[in-house]
């Protein structure tokens, strides 16, 4: 079934759906505020799948679907869970954990969103969204149905977590987690509850309890002493021997946890390649579901980004507030007197090997028009160089049996003397290529939107920085009619050779290592096509004018 198929049977079923990017960053595709009061219509959603086919599905949670979930991002949630709601099945296997879902209704339908409402659990309600099958994430993982999803309602056990929440931190929302917008519950509130730690979770309560006085400074001797008269009113009382372990552990876990949270931003802070914002360390920082906490650890964090700017790690962009780069010094010289000139010996379509050079690390940048040959000419690339590369290819569209009837079509060729690897990705082709000298990568293709074209330079700067020698080609789409891909001169900027693919029609549009000592920009030849892969150039490489 295809993404806009199940699209449409959720709506026909009552969900509110909407379209989200196959992106590790899972964000919506459209502005989905007014899906969290009402569905869209039949025509939003075909069009919507229209216009990015691959997009991934989110039912909008809360009343408008009488539809949540309990999402149990770790083994530790799914053992809560289970704790929790013997009974309850895990309906969707996620790429690092498990969704429950449930029907919404009855007197607890004000609920939002929850982060960490219980060790590993988190809770999306009104004001939320959740992934369903058969999305994937690229580089992330899919999706799978494990089983089918009945009805059942919200059990007791979890609306009377969530209120517990509430009362013990006297919030007045429940705070969204990353993509999802927090929303005031309806809730009222309810009396205090006296102190009475019962077993299960003791030893939680006490971690939480040492966690905020680590954070408030207090001093350890009087944690101590807080945390033992503590332990000795739980339900029932932790025995007198245990109660020093207790103590000590739970004082562990809170300083790892705070000396863990401070030491992954750093890690990822020091690690990006182009700008990020305050809001983006908040997602990745461990923050506290209590409304007062988390105002003081986004106070921590602003205070580590701070310190990091002092060390001259970061510095502000000063385009918006909150906004930062990573300042990289990794900047060594090159020993550029004993080096020497290195081209490698490599096959290009339509003879452009005896016209330009390819050195190591070289991207080439291919646009194409719809139906105009982009992909049979890189197979063409893997059929004359892969004796003596390693090939990886990357594509978007193809499954393993669409690519075995291409290749079929080469009639020369069997199957088992095909030596390449495939691979089917359409996004993050940073995280994937293979580096090294005698390594060849082809994408096929970038798929860029609207939103990417601003962008499409650093997607292939960040490939570039991953060759370390190797070669990649790269596929773009091209509008009929224009010479630069998506994207424009910005998709050229690292490119050593680009080419425009039109019906019939090649185009050099950049060439930086020539071998001819004419200029090649604006050389055009013709070609004849045959069976999607088989290319016989029709005239000599000439200038546009005179073809």
């Known amino acids: 079934m295809t993404n806009l198929a199940s699209a449409l049977e959720c709506l026909d079923n ?11 960053d899972k964000k919506p595709y459209v502005k989905w505020e007014k899906y969290q009061s009402e569905l869209p219509t039949r025509e939003e959603v075909e069009h919507w799948w229209k216009q990015w086919p691959k997009a991934n599905l989110a039912i909008v949670t809360g009343k408008v679907s009488n539809f949540c979930t309990v999402d149990a991002d770790s083994e530790e949630g799914l053992e809560k869970m289970i704790e929790l709601v013997p009974w309850a099945k895990p309906n969707v296997k996620t790429p690092n954990g498990w969704h429950f879902h449930f029907s919404f209704e009855g007197n607890h339908n004000g609920l939002g969103n929850a982060v960490r409402f219980l060790p590993g659990l988190d809770f999306r309600g009104n004001g939320g ?32 977590a969530l209120y517990n929440i509430l009362n013990s931190t006297g919030a007045t929302e429940l705070e969204g987690a990353t993509g999802v917008q927090p929303i005031a519950t309806q809730v009222q509130p309810r009396a ?30 009087e944690i101590y002493e807080y945390l033992e008269f503590l332990a000795k009113q739980c339900t029932p009382p932790f025995p ?23 030491d992954n931003i750093r890690e990822w802070v020091v690690q990006q390649t182009g700008n990020f914002s305050v809001s983006n360390v908040y997602e990745i920082a461990t923050l506290a579901t209590s409304k007062i906490e ?52 490599l096959w290009l379509p339509f003879g ?15 646009g194409g028009e719809p139906d105009a040959g982009k992909t049979g000419v890189l197979l063409n690339i893997i059929k004359n160089n892969r004796k003596k590369y390693d090939v990886h290819y990357f594509n978007s569209e193809m499954g393993a049996s669409e690519l075995v009837e291409r290749l079929n079509l080469f009639g020369d060729i069997a199957i088992e003397d095909w030596n390449f690897k495939y691979y089917e990705r359409d996004a993050d082709f940073a995280d994937v290529v293979v580096p090294g000298k005698g390594v060849i990568n082809i994408i096929d293709y970038l798929e860029l939107y609207a939103d990417d074209y601003a ?21 773009i789409q091209k509008n009929p009619g224009r010479d630069d891909p998506l994207g424009g001169k910005r998709a050229l900027e690292k490119a050593r050779l680009g080419l425009a693919l039109s019906r019939n029609k090649v185009k050099i549009v950049k060439a930086k290592n020539r071998k001819v000592k004419y200029n090649l920009i604006g050389k055009c030849a013709t070609f004849q096509e045959r069976d999607g892969c088989k290319f016989t150039l029709k005239d000599d490489w000439r200038y546009e004018s005179s073809l």
């Open 14 to 24: 009552g969900f509110s759906v909407i379209p989200i990017k196959p992106t590790k």
């Open 129 to 160: 969204y959740v992934i369903i099958p058969p999305s994937k994430v690229t580089g992330y993982g899919k999706y799978d149905a494990l089983t089918r999803f009945e009805g059942e309602p919200l059990p007791k056990q979890v609306i009377d």
């Open 192 to 221: 205090t509850r006296a102190i009475s730690f019962a077993e299960p979770g003791r030893d939680d309560t006490l971690f939480h309890l040492a966690n905020h006085l680590i954070k408030g400074n207090m001093p350890h001797r």
């Open 240 to 262: 007198e021997e245990e109660i020093r372990t207790k103590i000590n552990s739970a004082i562990k876990r809170a300083m790892d946890r705070n000396k863990n949270m401070a």
């Open 294 to 345: 988390l105002q003081k650890e986004k106070a921590n964090v602003r205070a580590l980004l701070a310190k990091l700017e002092k060390e001259g790690k970061i510095e502000k962009t000063g385009k918006m507030a909150g906004q930062y780069r990573t300042i990289n010094t990794d900047c060594p010289p090159i020993d550029f007197f004993n080096v020497t000139s290195e081209h490698v010996d």
């Open 352 to 366: 452009l090997h005896d016209l330009v050079n390819i050195m190591p690390g070289n991207i080439i940048v291919i």
């Open 455 to 475: 962008n499409v330079n650093q997607f292939i700067n960040e490939i570039h920085r991953k060759l370390d020698g190797a070669i990649c080609f790269i596929a």
